[in-house]
């Protein structure tokens, strides 16, 4: 695998020779110090409220999750940009027959492109890292979760890169093989939201609601609020005799609701649901989710119950008067799986198959090329 280290070195010079490389780079620089700025003055104002009342809350979770959401957004933009015409490119450019004749193979040459596209894109994420380790370190955020975000964003830039390289080899030309990467990462990221909306909206399950209440015509409210009956005792109901005195009877009804159990796997396929069920979630002490990535999290978990078919209220009974308390999205994260190794699982076995397309098309001698496709 020297030969591929060599060639991924040639590729990483010719791009620092260019201008145009760090002009992006200083834009996304900008755009991210912009973003974190507004985000502070957004999450570091709550931050500052939630401090003063109760200062072991995790306020700074947040602000960090919403910068490196951006972080991931700007990552996925700047990839395809350098990898999409990275084998096209050399065969217009009528390098990659030189390149060819060496003694690298084709595994080599493709590994290599794919290296030195992995490694620009974590050059712009190490260019990002001060502004995220300076969120991270003023709102004192577990080093933990940091280390665990940061890597989980390195992974899905890999993967991006393979699959424009990839790309890059399968069509001829450049500008459409950089236009289908960068479709192929809005199918990765809006794609499985609406494949997600369609496959919920046409599966459905028909849900039993019954409800009864109390008869207030036979029951009153003493001086302190409380229910009893006509003759002043308290009222209790305990036998069936007094739910027949004092309740209504039962009212059936019946709706529609969507099955998410079924298809919540393909939000799996999201970067953005991969990062945030990827990383440890963290919950206050009444279990609501201290930062996005949480709050994504046990919402994709959510998804994953199963709808009850019998729903039942009954506002009869007085000691079910108080309701009960509603789940928090602790208990609702720990009740679902994760989905994070599936969607990694997933976006490898789709970028490995990609490659294995790529190296067919790219090895020589070449059976067949399409029409008009530069050799030397």
Known sequence: MRRAYVIASIELRQRMRSVAWIVLMAIVFLMMLITGVIAWFGFGLISAEARAADPEAGEGGFFYSFVLYEALFLALCVAPAFS??????DRENATLASVQLTA?????????KILAAAITGICFIAMMLPILLTVAIATGLNPFVVIISLLL??????????????ISGLIAKSLISVVATYLIVALLCIGSVIF????????????????????????????????????????????????????????????EN?????????????????????????????????????LTASGQRFLQQEPETLSIEDSCRVDDLDSEPSETALETYQKGIPSWWIGLGGQTVFAAGLVWLAYRRTRTPAVKLPPGTRVA
């Open 84 to 89: 999409g015409n990275a084998i096209n490119g």
């Open 104 to 112: 690298a193979s084709t595994s080599e040459i493709i590994f290599g």
């Open 153 to 166: 964003l390195v992974i899905e830039v890999v993967i991006v890169s393979a699959i424009g390289v990839a």
């Open 196 to 255: 997600f909306g369609l496959t919920t909206l046409s599966d459905r399950v028909e849900v039993t609601y019954k409800w009864r209440d109390l008869d207030l015509t036979k029951v009153e409210f003493n001086d302190s609020g409380q229910l009893t009956n006509r003759d002043g005792e308290l009222l209790t109901i305990d036998t069936a005799e007094e739910e027949a005195e004092y309740c209504t009877p039962w009212d059936v009804s019946t709706y």
């Open 258 to 294: 969507y099955r998410t159990d079924r298809s919540w796997v393909f939000l799996t396929m999201n970067p953005f649901s991969i990062l945030a069920d990827g990383v440890p979630a963290e919950f206050d002490k009444f279990g609501n989710p201290e930062s996005l990535f949480a």
